[in-house]
């Protein structure tokens, strides 16, 4: 993939938040449609991101990654709560190894 950015530089500023390398949701959205910029959701990591301007970019979270997220973490706790109810059975003092395998 290669860094293509200047280290130390953030992105863009925003026009409310007026920092560089941070911008609201508001920000976000309106650049979005400003700009007709579509987004590409990296479902890897359950993020957004976009490039703007001649050379900024931006990652960011919205109903879509939140919602992975928040299922994913519900996911892991079911997993959880299954291992500590095995390991409470078989009274385990040591750790138990679990090896998890996404589909």
């Known amino acids: 993939m290669g860094c293509s950015f200047v280290a130390g530089k953030g992105g863009a500023s925003g026009a409310c ?3 560089p390398g941070v911008m609201s949701n508001r920000e976000i959205r309106e650049l979005i449609k400003d700009e007709n910029i579509t987004p590409i959701l990296n479902e890897t990591a359950m993020v957004k991101y976009f490039t703007y301007g001649e050379d900024s970019w931006i990652g960011y ?14 996911f892991y706790r079911i ?19 679990v090896a998890l395998v996404a589909s």
């Open 79 to 97: 997993i959880i709560c299954q291992y500590e109810q095995i390991a409470n059975h078989f009274k385990q003092s040591a750790p138990m190894t």
């Open 17 to 19: 938040t007026n920092s």
């Open 61 to 74: 979270d919205d109903d879509e990654t939140y919602a992975m997220k928040q299922a994913l973490y519900v």
